[in-house]
């Protein structure tokens, strides 16, 4: 299916503005240990105060984008919360990060944001916001900042996904009842108007509407 995700709130990026710190700390832990390169060179870090701020990364025309995993990690998020609530598609799945991990697969690698309707290019800003900070020596507070990109950037995705096999059961037991993994990436998309995508999305950051473009097969 491909489809296009629309933000009804800016969206913060999440990539560390430091290459130093992207490739040990962060780039190092995603899925493709062997893309590390690939990501630190998109940063294109070229001041210093951009190294002190988390970013987008950028395609070397200077297009602003995300990575088809951080698509992947909402939708884990998303799933592990909409699991603990009754009715839902999410909850009739068993060890769902591993469905997600080997049965959901998003296109294209590199997702390019689009600006809004009427604009001819995307408008990067700036969020700077307070962090409550807890350690050894004690309780402080400090500044975070991020770029944004604005209400109304549109991505299009391609989302392809694998059938699920009916439950085994042991003998006598009654059959679980089988999850629609189409009908579990709709509820997961539509989740996406309450608690978005990246950073800061618990205070509404990142939240976006969908539409289907394109009807898909599934593999």
């Given amino acids: 299916m ?21 490739r040990e700390h962060i780039a190092s832990k995603g899925p493709n240990a062997s893309s590390i390169e690939e990501e630190v060179a998109s940063l294109g870090v070229d001041n210093v105060e951009r190294k002190s701020m988390s970013v987008f990364p950028r395609t070397e025309k200077g297009e602003v984008f995300i990575w088809d995993y951080q ?22 799945l068993t060890a769902y990060k591993k469905i997600i991990d080997g049965l959901i697969f998003v296109k294209p690698r590199k997702i390019i944001i689009n600006p809004p309707k009427g604009q001819g290019r995307v408008v990067v800003g700036k ?30 995705i391609e989302i392809q996904y694998f059938e699920l096999k009916d439950k085994k059961t042991k003998k006598g037991d009654e059959p679980g009842e089988k999850a629609d993994l189409l009908s579990v990436i709709t509820e997961l998309l539509d989740y996406g108007e309450l608690r978005g995508l990246l950073q800061w999305r618990n205070s509404g950051k990142g939240r976006f509407i969908w539409k289907e473009i394109k009807k898909g097969k599934k593999k």
Avoid at 2 to 22: F, Q
Avoid at 127 to 134: E, F, Q, S
Wanted: aromatic share 4%; net charge neutral.
């Fill in 127 to 156: 969020c700077v916001r307070p962090l409550r900070i807890a350690d050894q020596r004690g309780e402080r507070v400090a500044l975070a900042s991020s770029e944004t990109v604005p209400a109304g950037c549109s991505f299009d």
């Fill in 2 to 22: 491909k489809i296009r995700l629309e933000l009804i709130e800016e969206m913060l990026g999440t990539s560390s503005g430091d290459p130093e710190i992207h």
């Fill in 71 to 92: 698509l992947k990690g909402f939708f884990k998020d998303a799933c592990g919360a909409l699991s603990r609530a009754r009715g839902t598609e999410s909850g009739k």
